[in-house]
Every structure is written in C-alpha cells, then in structure tokens.
C-alpha cells in the first residue's frame, strides 16, 4: 500500500476532528478515562493545551488527511512528558501508531525540553503496548486506575 505521509502540529482546526475521535467507543475503550463528555468540556481543554507552550500536540497525515494524533504533556517531574496516542476510526491496524509515535519523539522542539517520556496503557491493549515496545519504551511498572490495569513504560527522551 502506497503512503504519502506528512506530520504536522495540531491547529485550531483539529479541535472537532480529535473530539470525534475522542468519542468513538473503542478509542474510549481504551483510554484512561473512558466516560463520553459534552464538545464544550473538549473544546475548553483544546484551547488550554494549545495556549499551554508545554504541550506539543502532532497529527499524522497520509495523502492530507488525519489518520493519527499523537500529544506531550508536561508532568510534574522536570523533563518528563507523558504521552498519549490514538489512531482515527477506521485507520486502525495500519501501522501508523508506531510511525507516529517514531517520528513525533524525533521533534527538535520537543526533544530541546524532554528528558523522558513516559505512557500509561490499559493492559488490554496489546496493540499499544506493542506500538511503545516497537519504539524503545520499556514497561517500568503498573498501576491500577478507576479498577483497571495499567501498564507504565518510559523512553529517554534522546
């Protein structure tokens, strides 16, 4: 299968597009926390994390359209950035995660602030876990989280 693949910092337009992804059950499914909320609650989070120059928020595109979206958050520990990853419905399976997840930790911006990063998985998400394996992230740890298993993995960031 051919692939024209772009990556591209999020912009106001993704607002409604990552919401959407957002809401669909199996991302839900998989995410720490699962519950469906109104766009307006998304919405306020969007525009504070795209005011926040602590986050780097990165789309994948094959042929100019979203597939995957890939997000850096700060955490409380000095050069930690905790990382969290979806794939657009229907664009499971293809690999994009791991291509995303690849090329986003390689931003020169990103890479000029983080020391490691680091990812909470549901332990049943096996694909995930594979997707970080894929990409030097070892399982550090676990924890359990609104009475789920969660799996810790950790990268340095360089």
Aim: positive net charge.
């Amino acid at each position: 299968m051919e692939h024209k693949l772009r990556l591209r910092r999020w912009n106001k337009k993704d607002c409604r597009t990552l919401y959407d992804w957002r809401m669909d059950p199996l991302v839900r499914y998989y995410s720490l926390s699962s519950e469906a909320f109104p766009y307006d609650k998304h919405k306020e989070w969007f525009d504070n994390f795209m005011n926040n120059p602590n986050g780097f928020g990165f789309i994948l595109e094959d042929f100019d359209i979203p597939v995957a979206q890939i997000r850096f958050e700060k955490t409380s520990i000095d050069g930690y950035y905790n990382v969290s990853i979806s794939t657009a419905p229907k664009q499971t399976r293809k690999g994009y995660g791991s291509i995303l997840l690849g090329t986003a930790c390689k931003d020169k911006e990103l890479l000029s602030v983080a020391k490691f990063f680091v990812a909470e998985i549901i332990d049943s998400n096996i694909i995930s876990q594979s997707i970080f394996e894929k990409n030097n992230f070892s399982k550090t740890g676990e924890t359990v989280y609104a009475g789920r298993r969660v799996y810790l993995y950790k990268r340095p960031a360089r």
